[in-house]
């Protein structure tokens, strides 16, 4: 950490609790609620063996049933009206401003007003006059649009970021320079890395940068690699790799890239093709919980996310499921250091 007044740390510094955001009847999940409950517990089960779970349900009773073979001593039910379950995104991102907590609230408007997000943009207000933060204290951001998935931080004030997402007209329809003075202003950010190559194919974010890079330490960035030529993401992906190669550390120094496997394709029943990415992991408190997609590429990208994380055991989550509706482990879930 340094003497930054505003700092946003890093996914691996130590967590306080984890939020989930429950499926329910009137969600896009309505359709599979059984399978994709099979995974969200799953998820559960892994965050609350190693630290605090915050759920966001419909009904208590219900998930808690859904539950009861998890010991219930690290999670806290909150009942609140949801849209959807994407809380990484809609969920609240946590700075240190003056070395205190501060949860930040932006607004969340379904990914440029794709969907609905009327419910959900209220969420962590609510989840704050339920005393849910704590001693952090609650700054209201509401007059910008930010995703949790949208940004990644070192902790140390370099944020890697997406220009296709970020710059986005129907988020907030400003200049890059007013968004580079509001991220540094906000989020601490000193200097911040553009990716301006690189998509997944059905993805309803704009190229939200969890799903193509990810900081694993202040010098190592995983990275999704395509190295198949006849792969319709093969041109991005390796124009991506190129900026990545070209990015340098604050010092100077390049970074230490680490390869993610390309997912095997998946498709939903019309043939369109579905985001799945080993990018979308979670660093949490002694563990790495990373997608799986029932794939012989599950080992390899296991393997791999080994390398940078060597003292935090690599959990793997069948994430099926969860590619049905576009997104993956680390969209579903928000860490509160």
């Known amino acids: 950490m340094n003497n930054m007044s505003v700092i946003l740390p890093p996914e691996w510094a130590e967590q306080r609790f984890v939020q989930l955001t429950w499926p329910h009847e009137d969600t896009d999940w309505a359709y599979m609620l059984d399978e994709v409950n ?3 517990t799953d998820i559960a089960r892994q965050v609350s063996e190693r630290e605090d779970l915050l759920i966001v349900c419909r009904s208590e009773k ?26 990484r995104d809609h969920g609240g991102i946590t700075v240190f401003k003056h070395g205190k907590r501060t949860v930040l609230d932006f607004t969340f408007n379904g990914w440029g007003m794709k969907f609905a997000a009327n419910f959900d943009n209220m969420l962590t207000r609510q989840l704050l006059e339920e005393s849910i933060f704590g001693e952090a204290s609650y700054e209201n951001c509401l007059d910008f649009v930010l995703e949790g998935g949208s940004v990644e931080s070192d902790g140390e004030g370099t944020l890697l970021t997406t220009a296709e997402c970020l710059l986005s007209d129907n988020r907030n329809n400003r200049s890059k320079e007013e968004i580079k003075l509001i991220l540094k202003e906000r989020l601490g950010a000193e200097r911040i890395l553009w ?15 969890d799903t193509l890079a990810r900081f694993c330490t202040p010098d190592i960035i995983a990275y999704v690699q395509c190295t198949d030529e006849d792969d319709e993401h093969y041109e991005e992906l390796k124009k991506m790799e190129g900026e990545l190669k070209a990015f340098r550390m604050s ?7 680490l390869p993610l496997p390309m997912a095997d394709v998946v498709y939903d029943e ?10 979308n992991f979670l660093i949490m408190n002694g563990a790495v919980l990373l997608p799986f997609y029932n794939s012989e590429k599950d080992e390899i990208a296991r393997e791999q996310l ?3 994380f060597p003292d935090r055991e690599i959990v793997g989550v069948n994430c099926l499921p969860l590619i049905k509706q576009h997104g993956s482990l680390h969209c579903v879930t928000m860490q509160y250091p």
């Open 62 to 87: 219900r998930t808690r049933e859904l539950l009861k073979e998890i010991n219930q001593s690290r999670i806290k039910y909150v009942e609140l009206p949801s849209n959807d379950t994407w809380a």
């Open 251 to 257: 010092d100077g120094k390049p970074y230490n890239l």
């Open 195 to 209: 990716l301006h190559h690189g998509y997944l194919a059905g993805d309803d974010t704009d190229s939200h940068v």
């Open 38 to 40: 099979t995974c969200f």
């Open 270 to 279: 019309d043939g369109e093709r579905l985001p799945a990415t080993y990018a």
């Open 306 to 308: 080994q390398k940078a």
